[in-house]
């Protein structure tokens, strides 16, 4: 009876691993396929012919390098920033009892729940008039403010699972407030560190409605403003999309390739409180 349910449960995660990883493996077929073999009838599940050219042309004619670079540039900046405020709001928030914690934790909170399109108006209205659109440092601006109170959420979690007799050791050998910060709780809180940062850049990697408004330039345009502009009126370059899509997926697999381990003990730090 242990085997059968061994059995099955391998069998279930398997199954749930080719649904997982199918989009993946057809997204490459389809970026590998010609224009003809993309639309004949019965379908391939691998290309008879190979060609790369979907490829090249995404980078050369497209300019789809520039828009990683772009991509790369406003999510590591604005990640950056935000996993250092978050770091000393999360701080703050875990150590200091004060009668506005609770409400600035219920705030930080409230922010998750609204819809971000609802803002995008509001943001035009405001930074249209004074030029700031088009502009690569609005959107770093905009991404902080968006990733912060959810990474000082995380960051709270993962600092109340220190215990505070470390600190009161590094403070009882001289270290001053700062020096106790940067040379004790950060390093030990690096998980929680690390696991905050995966997930503010992937979301600003990911994000489309703001950069879509604000960006028009080519030169300017982030990576899923550059995807977007594959769906035309009458048809969709779905070889190029899918070929730019995976693409777009490598930078954010090599982040949590390198940071997976970090990334769970950070997820497991921050789940209970002792």
């Known amino acids: 009876m242990k085997r059968l ?18 989009p993946l493996y057809w997204t490459l077929v389809t970026s590998l396929k010609g224009p003809t073999e993309m639309y004949t009838y019965p ?9 790369f050219e979907n490829y090249r042309y995404l980078l050369k004619s497209l300019n789809f390098a520039r828009y990683t670079l772009n991509s790369i540039f406003v999510s590591l900046f604005s990640a950056l920033i935000a996993l250092i405020v978050a770091s000393f709001s999360g701080y703050v928030m875990a150590r200091k009892q004060f009668s506005a914690n609770k409400i600035l934790f219920f705030l930080l909170f409230i922010t998750q ?7 995008m108006s509001s943001i035009y209205v405001m930074f249209g008039p004074i030029g700031l659109v088009d502009n690569l440092f609005v959107l770093i ?10 990474s000082s959420i995380m960051m709270k979690g993962f600092f109340q699972r220190i215990p505070e007799s470390i600190e009161e050791a590094a403070l009882i050998d001289g270290c001053k407030k700062l020096q106790m910060l940067f040379k004790v709780v ?9 696991a905050t940062f995966c997930f503010a850049f992937v979301n600003c990697w990911n994000e489309l409605f703001l950069a879509i408004m604000l960006l028009n330039s080519e030169s300017k345009k982030t990576i899923p403003v550059g995807l977007n502009s594959f769906v ?13 899509v995976l693409i777009a997926l490598l930078p954010a697999m090599l982040i949590f390739a390198f940071a997976q381990k970090y990334i769970v003990q950070g997820l497991t730090q921050g789940a209970v409180k002792e």
């Open 232 to 244: 035309g009126k009458a048809d969709i370059d779905w070889g190029a999309m899918a070929a730019g």
């Open 186 to 194: 950060f390093p030990v809180t690096a998980p929680g560190l690390a």
């Open 5 to 22: 349910f061994v059995a099955l449960r391998i069998l279930a995660l398997a199954i749930f691993l080719v649904c997982a990883l199918f």
């Open 141 to 150: 601006f905009l991404y902080t403010g968006i990733m912060v109170p959810f």
């Open 113 to 119: 729940i609204i819809p971000g399109f609802m803002l």
């Open 43 to 51: 379908i391939t599940y691998w290309p008879k012919h190979i060609t």
